[in-house]
């Protein structure tokens, strides 16, 4: 069903760390597939923040972060810690929010129909632009109301203009993507304000 990572953080106590993103299937398998008694398995993603020590300046990063020891001695690799993250400055990553909200941005969200017929997009699949990845999907399912496979994602902001071209790949294959112009259901928002 997808890879893990599988930390014990006590005699008893595993954590077992998957894609956040899967969790709603993760979770249909165990309830399939149900543990021994006396083992419980239960999510506990939103109570948690992960962070993988990789890259050649990551143990420095963290460490102006933390009092917890990174050291590659006190902190070799494929170690799992529960540590605590403070001492952030209050303006760290402001300049950069600022640019971002002037700019508008280098991506934009936008809504795709797209031609699948066994599967849709559930999210984190890539969105190709004329043979090229170029963004991805954050959400995706078949609208019902609207008859058809749709799916939210992102793109950089010079592709938001062409409505053909895209495709998004689904298990594997690509199926050509129409981006909208407008919301596929109440594009004005008149049902939902009544």
């Known amino acids: 069903i997808g890879d893990f990572t599988m930390c014990r953080v006590g005699t008893e106590r595993v954590f077992l760390i998957c894609t956040w993103a899967a969790e709603v299937y993760y979770r249909r398998w165990f309830e399939r597939h149900p543990p021994p008694a006396g083992v419980t ?46 001492m952030v400055p209050a303006l760290v990553g402001r300049a950069a929010a600022l640019e971002e909200k002037e700019s508008g941005g280098a991506l934009r969200l936008v809504t795709f129909s797209v031609d699948a017929q066994d599967a849709d997009a559930s999210g984190d699949e890539p969105i190709w632009h004329e043979g090229r990845v170029v963004g991805w999907v954050t959400s995706g399912a078949y609208g019902h109301r609207v008859q058809r496979s749709l799916a939210l994602g992102y793109i950089p902001a010079a592709l938001a203009s062409p409505i053909e071209g895209f495709e998004i790949e689904i298990i594997g294959e690509r199926r050509r993507a129409r981006r909208e112009s407008a919301a596929p259901l109440d594009p004005s928002g008149s049902r939902m304000r009544g």
């Open 41 to 86: 398995v239960r999510p506990c993603a939103m109570e948690y923040v992960g962070l993988s020590v990789a890259g050649p300046r990551s143990r420095t990063l963290l460490q102006s972060l933390t009092r917890t020891d990174l050291s590659t001695a006190a902190f070799p690799f494929l170690t799992f810690r529960v540590i605590d993250i403070g």
